[in-house]
């Protein structure tokens, strides 16, 4: 069983997108132990008081002054194949660190968050624990069977990637092989705990 709440993230990953404003996300980032940051959200996070464990991208977006400054924390990948977020995972799953949070993933523009959504899949299936928590709830990638603890009338979302033979206990309303995304919107937890049952992957989003 998953309980979002106990896992011990190792680093956390602080995108480009909406700075984090709600306690979940911002506890997530200031308790976990290594900050990477995006190059674009640097600025924002150096502005705050804090200084990052590290700077990962293709460095066109963080200042001069902080280029300068945190010279020996950034880490500059040129290559244009994959976003920001992605060379940050990268870069911590090459120092063995798999239990990694992302937040502020979404927000600003809309094709960055659903590439930054979509990209959990990926980065579940190169072996990184991972969940993207926004102000209002968390993704969490799955694959196969997954039983999460939540509270009773909690809202679950579930977008299927690769997952086939869907059905669940513990949520309100049954589910099905989803042909689009909104289908599996909007369901509900009925009490204390619920379980996914699917072959290959999905995505939930658990409202806080």
């Given at each position: 069983?998953?309980?979002?709440?106990?896992?011990?993230?190792?680093?956390?990953?602080?995108?480009?997108?909406?700075?984090?404003?709600?306690?979940?996300?911002?506890?997530?980032?200031?308790?976990?132990?290594?900050?990477?940051?995006?190059?674009?959200?640097?600025?924002?996070?150096?502005?705050?008081?804090?200084?990052?464990?590290?700077?990962?991208?293709?460095?066109?977006?963080?200042?001069?002054?902080?280029?300068?400054?945190?010279?020996?924390?950034?880490?500059?990948?040129?290559?244009?194949?994959?976003?920001?977020?992605?060379?940050?995972?990268?870069?911590?799953?090459?120092?063995?660190?798999?239990?990694?949070?992302?937040v502020g993933a979404t927000g600003r523009r809309e094709d960055h968050t659903i590439g930054n959504i979509s990209l959990l899949?990926?980065?579940?299936?190169?072996?990184?624990?991972?969940?993207?928590?926004?102000?209002?709830?968390?993704?969490?990638?799955?694959?196969?069977?997954?039983?999460?603890?939540?509270?009773?009338?909690?809202?679950?979302?579930?977008?299927?990637?690769?997952?086939?033979?869907?059905?669940?206990?513990?949520?309100?309303?049954?589910?099905?092989?989803?042909?689009?995304?909104?289908?599996?919107?909007?369901?509900?937890?009925?009490?204390?705990e619920f379980t996914i049952h699917a072959q290959g992957e999905?995505?939930?989003?658990?409202?806080?």
């Open positions: 069983m998953i309980d979002i709440n106990e896992i011990q993230f190792e680093a956390v990953v602080l995108a480009g997108g909406d700075y984090p404003t709600a306690s979940q996300p911002l506890a997530v980032l200031h308790n976990t132990p290594y900050v990477v940051c995006c190059d674009g959200a640097a600025d924002r996070y150096i502005a705050t008081g804090h200084v990052p464990d590290a700077i990962v991208g293709d460095g066109d977006s963080i200042s001069a002054n902080n280029r300068a400054e945190y010279a020996t924390r950034l880490h500059i990948v040129a290559e244009q194949e994959t976003n920001d977020q992605t060379k940050a995972v990268r870069f911590l799953l090459e120092q063995g660190k798999r239990r990694i949070a992302i899949i990926e980065y579940a299936r190169a072996g990184a624990q991972v969940r993207s928590f926004t102000d209002h709830g968390v993704f969490i990638p799955c694959n196969g069977d997954t039983t999460l603890k939540c509270r009773k009338g909690q809202q679950v979302s579930i977008f299927a990637i690769t997952a086939k033979n869907l059905s669940a206990e513990g949520l309100l309303y049954p589910i099905y092989d989803f042909t689009n995304w909104w289908q599996g919107t909007l369901n509900e937890c009925t009490g204390k999905y995505l939930l989003f658990v409202n806080y």
